[in-house]
T-cell receptor, first 117, second 114 residues
Framework: AQTVTQSQPEMSVQEAETVTLSCTYD???????LFWYKQPPSRQMILVIRQEAYKQQNATENRFSVNFQKAAKSFSLKISDSQLGDTAMYFC??????????????FGKGTKLSVKP | SQTIHQWPATLVQPVGSPLSLECTVEGTSNPNLYWYRQAAGRGLQLLFYSVGIGQISSEVPQNLSASRPQDRQFILSSKKLLLSDSGFYLCAWSVPGSGRKTQYFGPGTRLLVL
């Protein structure tokens, strides 16, 4: 079975500082995709960043970057220069290419991030 | 560019009443479509997905059903709502084919069953 675990239910960070959100996953597949989604109070799910498992280089999107450790099955999200608008629930998600639901995303339970002024 | 719409945004329904939530996608053809439910304080659970008109796959047995009458329209229905159907319902789409694995979500519908 495929699982995604986010061990930090809540975190807080001061504005302009850096914070890292943790995610571990389990899959027997070798090819898969990992995602971080952000869900602000509006509750719309917004894609933050995506990582293909076959790429060794860590993905980066502006202030957001990941630390992808394939052997350890770890996929953490680093937010640099945190802004008040980063306050949201952050979900880690896994998607394999084979087996199970076509296109099914397996989500973690989320980490609630609060950015304090 | 592609956009995804959901309506209504909020719905309050009595137990036993029917349900119809609609999702439409613009700017793409033959998208994969998904319905998710998010219970309060929890992650997302996939309910249904569709790879084409009339093709629906169910992930979780329940009193909900889904239909895809048109290429870019996905409908979530119930004949009789239960209290446990309350939650936040999200529709998502993705481009079919290899390498296009990202799902993009709509704004969601908040459903409260009383």
């Amino acid at each position: 079975a495929q699982t995604v675990t986010q061990s930090q239910p809540e975190m807080s960070v001061q504005e302009a500082e850096t914070v890292t959100l943790s995610c571990t996953y389990d899959t027997s597949e070798n090819n898969y995709y990992l995602f971080w989604y952000k869900q602000p109070p509006s509750r719309q799910m917004i894609l933050v960043i995506r990582q293909e498992a076959y790429k060794q280089q860590n993905a980066t999107e502006n202030r957001f970057s990941v630390n992808f450790q394939k052997a350890a099955k770890s996929f953490s999200l680093k937010i640099s220069d945190s802004q008040l608008g980063d306050t949201a629930m952050y979900f880690c998600a896994l998607k394999t290419l084979y087996g199970g639901s076509q296109g099914n995303l397996i989500f973690g339970k989320g980490t609630k991030l609060s950015v304090k002024p | 560019s592609q956009t995804i719409h959901q309506w209504p945004a909020t719905l309050v329904q009595p137990v036993g009443s029917p349900l119809s939530l609609e999702c439409t996608v613009e700017g793409t053809s033959n998208p994969n479509l998904y319905w998710y439910r998010q219970a309060a304080g929890r992650g997302l659970q996939l309910l249904f997905y569709s790879v084409g008109i009339g093709q629906i796959s169910s992930e979780v047995p329940q009193n909900l059903s889904a239909s895809r009458p048109q290429d870019r329209q996905f409908i979530l229905s119930s004949k009789k709502l239960l209290l446990s159907d309350s939650g936040f319902y999200l529709c998502a789409w993705s481009v079919p084919g290899s390498g296009r694995k990202t799902q993009y979500f709509g704004p969601g519908t908040r459903l409260l069953v009383l």
